[in-house]
């Protein structure tokens, strides 16, 4: 696989911002860093030629741009421009084919509303195979080094090799801690047996703690300079993972790749967790 990173450009500050994120991380990767800008194809074009060729000369000055901008403030790094055709989410998946790393902007409301994950940003994510950054325009423009855990969600009844992976090289990169999230709720029958224990639930919290450490331990031999906080609180899997990423430089889920005519398919707490979480996220997709 090319060492590459692979950034998307619309114009947008939050393009901006992904690039300037998307930079830094190709330096901590060693690897080169593409922008690609998608021209979107319509059968029939609502433009005139003359318009068609005013945005065709617009895109060229973006890549243009932001590839000198990103050359003055990193200039040992090898930085290409592509300007590609076709559906913006498919396009840019399939830009991504030979990189280690897609990154794309996503537009924010703000911290009570939450942010919007567009439809094109959405439906990158369900495309692509490759792990998806998506970067708020708030991110500012220290990227990965900015300080704080990576933050990863797993859910250890399923497998999460991929994502564990990713999130301990990103780390690692770092030399920072890896913070490793599996929320879970108790079983109904918890809330509706009177004559339970009332330690219950903090009971069956601590008899997960070794079934985290189980799937956290080949992982901790491979990395062993990686600082590794395992947390299994009770609650909504993703308003767990969003609590513990309040202070993060990065924020980790799995995403399940189905491989069907209707599409790819991001799971709920995936989902939700692309909408709410201020730090950049990264969507590892997986079997």
């Known amino acids: 696989m090319t060492n590459q990173v692979t950034v998307g450009l619309d114009g947008t500050p939050e393009s901006a911002a992904a690039a300037r994120w998307a930079a830094v991380e190709a330096e901590l990767r060693g690897a080169r860093l593409d922008l690609v800008h998608v021209e979107e194809w319509l059968e029939h074009p609502p433009l005139p030629v003359t318009t068609t060729q005013a945005q065709r000369a617009w895109a060229d000055d973006l890549l243009r ?89 797993v859910d250890i009844r399923e497998s999460c090799d991929k994502l564990l992976a990713f999130a301990f090289e990103e780390a690692s990169r770092r030399d920072t801690t890896l913070v490793v999230v599996h929320g879970w709720t108790p079983p109904p029958v918890v809330g509706y047996a009177p004559g339970l224990d009332l330690d219950a639930p903090n009971d069956m919290a601590h008899a997960l703690d070794p079934a985290l450490d189980h799937v956290l331990r080949p992982w901790r031999e491979k990395f062993p300079g990686v600082r590794v906080e395992p947390r299994a609180p009770i609650g909504q ?41 201020v730090p950049p996220v990264a969507v590892v997709a997986h079997d």
């Open 65 to 153: 741009d932001t590839a000198g901008e990103l050359r003055r403030v990193h200039p040992a790094l090898d930085v290409s421009t592509r300007l590609v055709d076709g559906l913006p989410p498919l396009a840019l998946a399939h830009a991504a084919q030979g990189s280690g790393l897609l990154v794309i902007g996503s537009r924010g409301l703000g911290v009570v509303a939450g942010f919007i994950v567009g439809s094109v940003a959405s439906a990158t994510v369900a495309a692509s195979e490759r792990p998806v950054v998506l970067v708020r325009s708030t991110a500012g423009t220290g990227g990965p080094r900015d300080g704080g855990p990576v933050v990863a969600g």
């Open 237 to 277: 899997a993703a308003i767990q993972i969003l609590h513990a990423a309040t202070d993060a430089a990065l924020v980790v889920v799995g995403r399940r790749i189905r491989r069907s005519g209707f599409g790819g398919r991001i799971g709920p707490v995936t989902h939700a967790v692309m909408h709410h979480a």
